[in-house]
Every structure is written in structure tokens, then in C-alpha cells.
């Protein structure tokens, strides 16, 4: 077996699953949603599969749904996309993600990523026979500077793969945090890679800012973005891919012998989903936010130091005012005497070596979110 995947240990995500499932837990740990998702666009895909096409559909996506990604992306985020030659559909943003990697990089290029990441990044990153360089980000703010990102490239740099919003740590990055970037770059030819998965899910009035509306960067940037996170519908692994013609020419090579396609008739129903009004994308992070809010008055209330989250499923607690230097064990005491299943944050580093924040999924149905408070108050004497 390959090394890279031999090697990988148990992830903490499945070890706090079996954990939580064992001890009866609510599981906070897990980042996705217990609402069915939008009914009109779940009949969409029911209505697709008896009434529509069932065979491989375009190596590049439906050219319906395409279209439908640069004007929603047109709509939402002023982007001007070409969608015959500058947008692609995958099998989510990690086969996007995957595919990018593949396709940019040789053996011994630099891929500059920023910690905390998502777990993909780095078992890809060195399957396609890269060198990790990471940016090490920290709490309370996350703040990426010029020096930090200079300090991870080199000439050997090929990929800076940026997350933003970020998970797991909330934040979302604007445009003075995206100039920093640009900056940063230049003199440099790398290619950013912009996992931008999370770009709806924003809150206190917050719009996402993308890669390919910084300046400098809409030529040398790859845009990544998931139907799954858009629509609280994580399993479909419907993904989409952004660039200028050059770089998706480039993506396209790879993502043909990847999966080459995706189910034709989810594409059809994430068609008709970006078309819906900004009344529901709205309304969508409206729920959101209401659930962030409740988490974090709760978690508050068990007296937790609460991280703020701007974006994402996510709300970080600080352990370390607490003097509280193990996430990882503070996890596994939470799940066995509270009955809460969370996420320790040292899993998205390296070398697991940030130590003090844990990280709580707040997609879940209110009476879900107020058993698991009424828990950690209770337990809260014994744990913080
Ligand atoms: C940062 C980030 N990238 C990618 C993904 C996966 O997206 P998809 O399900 O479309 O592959 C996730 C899912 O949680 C994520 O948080």
C-alpha cells in the first residue's frame, strides 16, 4: 500500500464518531446538517432520475448547469465567467480539489497551505508529490500576514491553496486579508488554489469575497465550490471549478480520468437551485446564524470561552484561558461525562500543534443543540 494512506492514523473524526455512538453522545463533531435540505430541489433530482437523461453526461458538466454557475456566481459575487471555457462541474470540491493538485503539480513542488486545514490537503498534496509548507494560523483572529505567507513560499512554490471561509476556524477572509495575499504573491508564480466551499454560509451580514475578484489574482487563481454546502445537501459531492481558460484546460486533463463526470441528475436539480432567488440563500443563512447564536449563548452558559465564527457550520471554544493544553483529551473526557461528541482543532495542523481550541458543529435542529447544552452545563463543573 502507498505510504501516504498506510500511514495515515485512525482520524479523530472517526475515532470521536465510534466514541460517540458508544456513549450514546449528540454528536457535534460531525459537519453536516440533520434538515432533509430544500424540498423543491430534492423533488428536482427525483423528477431527473425517472424523466431524464441517465447516461454519461459532458466530461465538463451539463452545459444547463454550467450556465447556471456563472450567472448565479455573476449574481451573487459580480464575477464575469465564460461558462464554455472557464467553469467546470466535479464530483465535489474534493475531486476539485484532487484534481487541481494532480494537474498543477510535479514531484518536490511546494504547495502553501494554511493551518488550521482541511484534512484532504495534505494526504493530496503529498499523493501527488508535493511538499506541504504550511502557514500556521492562530486564535483568536486567525490573521494571515504578508511576512508569514513570504516565509512559506520559495522558487519551488507551485500552489497556495487558500480555504475561505476557513474551516474549522469561522473566519472569513475580506478583501484587505485577499490584497495581503496578492501582495504576498507577487514576484511569485504560483497558482492559488481557492476553496471557497463555504462562500454562502457567511453571517452578520458578511458577503463572501472571492479569489477571482482580487486583483492580480482573476488569471491565476482555480475557484472552488460545492452545490453540497449551498444547499445543506453535503452528500451529493457536487462541486464546481472556476478559472481562466488556461488553468481549467489544465484541471480538465486531470478531472477526466478522476471521475470524469457527476451524476447527470443532481447536476439537473443544482441547476435549478442557483437560480433561486437570493431570498433563499438568505433565508438559509438567516437559520444558520440563529443556530450559531444559540450554540454560542449556550456554550457561554457552561462556561466556555467562545471563539467568534463568522462563516461556516462551526463555533471554536478557547481552552486556554482555562490552562487547558490538550484538545484531543479535553475531547474524549467531553464525549465519556458530558455525552458530547466535538472536534478537536489540533486535527487540522501538521504536527497537531496547536492545542487549545475545540471546534462544535451547530447545523443541527434546536431541541438537538438544547439537549447538548443542558449536557455540557451539567457536566460543566467536572470539565472546565
Ligand atoms: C474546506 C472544505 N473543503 C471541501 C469540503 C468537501 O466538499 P465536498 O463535499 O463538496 O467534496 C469540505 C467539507 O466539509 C470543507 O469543509
Known amino acids: 500500500m502507498n505510504p501516504i494512506f498506510a500511514d495515515l492514523p485512525t482520524t479523530i ?55 447556471a454557475i456563472a450567472a448565479h456566481y455573476a449574481a451573487h459575487q459580480g464575477l464575469t465567467l465564460d461558462p464554455n471555457t472557464e467553469v467546470m462541474v466535479t464530483s ?19 504547495v502553501v497551505i494554511f493551518e488550521p486545514a482541511y484534512d484532504a490537503y495534505g494526504p493530496l498534496i503529498r499523493r501527488a508529490g508535493g511538499v506541504v509548507r504550511a502557514v500556521k494560523l492562530q486564535p483568536p483572529h486567525w490573521k494571515m500576514t504578508e511576512a508569514a505567507i ?36 507577487e514576484g511569485n508564480d504560483a497558482v492559488v488554489v481557492s476553496d471557497e ?16 475578484n482580487v486583483p492580480g489574482l482573476r488569471d491565476r487563481a482555480v475557484k472552488i465550490g460545492s452545490a453540497g454546502k449551498i444547499f445543506c445537501l453535503t452528500g451529493w459531492k457536487v462541486g464546481f471549478v472556476a478559472a481562466a481558460p488556461h488553468l481549467l484546460k489544465a484541471l480538465a486533463k486531470a478531472h477526466q480520468f478522476l471521475t470524469f463526470t457527476t451524476p447527470p441528475n443532481l447536476q439537473v436539480a443544482v441547476a435549478y437551485g442557483l ?3 437570493e431570498a433563499h440563500f438568505a433565508a438559509m ?11 454560542a449563548r449556550g456554550l457561554t452558559s457552561a462556561g466556555f470561552d467562545v471563539l467568534n465564527s463568522a462563516g461556516t457550520y462551526f463555533i471554536n471554544v478557547d481552552l486556554a484561558p482555562k490552562g487547558l493544553t490538550d484538545d484531543a483529551a479535553f475531547c474524549r473526557r467531553l464525549v465519556k461525562e458530558a455525552g458530547v461528541a466535538a472536534i478537536p482543532v489540533s486535527a487540522f495542523y501538521g504536527n497537531g500543534d496547536m492545542r487549545t481550541v475545540v471546534r462544535f458543529c451547530f447545523a443541527k435542529k434546536e431541541a438537538t443543540l438544547d439537549e447538548a447544552v443542558r449536557r455540557l452545563v451539567a457536566a460543566a463543573p467536572k470539565l472546565v
Open 275 to 277: 437560480a433561486k432567488p
Open 13 to 67: 473524526f472517526e475515532e470521536m464518531s465510534v466514541l460517540a455512538r458508544s456513549h450514546d453522545a449528540i454528536n457535534l463533531g460531525q459537519g453536516f446538517p440533520d434538515d432533509p435540505g430544500p424540498e423543491d430541489v430534492r423533488r428536482k433530482a427525483a423528477d431527473a432520475v425517472m424523466d431524464g437523461n441517465n447516461q454519461y453526461p459532458s466530461m465538463m458538466g451539463i452545459p444547463e448547469l454550467r450556465a
Open 150 to 185: 513570504r516565509a512559506a513560499l520559495s522558487p519551488r512554490t507551485r500552489v497556495v491553496l487558500l480555504n475561505n471561509p476557513l474551516n474549522p476556524a469561522g473566519v472569513v477572509y475580506g478583501v484587505d486579508d485577499l490584497a495581503i495575499l496578492a501582495k504576498a504573491l
Open 285 to 295: 443563512r438567516a437559520d444558520l446564524q440563529g443556530k450559531r447564536d444559540h450554540l
Open 197 to 212: 466551499v463555504w462562500e454562502h454560509v457567511v453571517f452578520d451580514g458578511l458577503r463572501h469575497v472571492s479569489v477571482l
Open 92 to 110: 465535489g470540491a474534493t475531486e476539485a480539489i484532487a484534481g487541481a493538485l494532480f494537474a498543477l503539480l510535479s514531484p518536490g513542488d511546494e
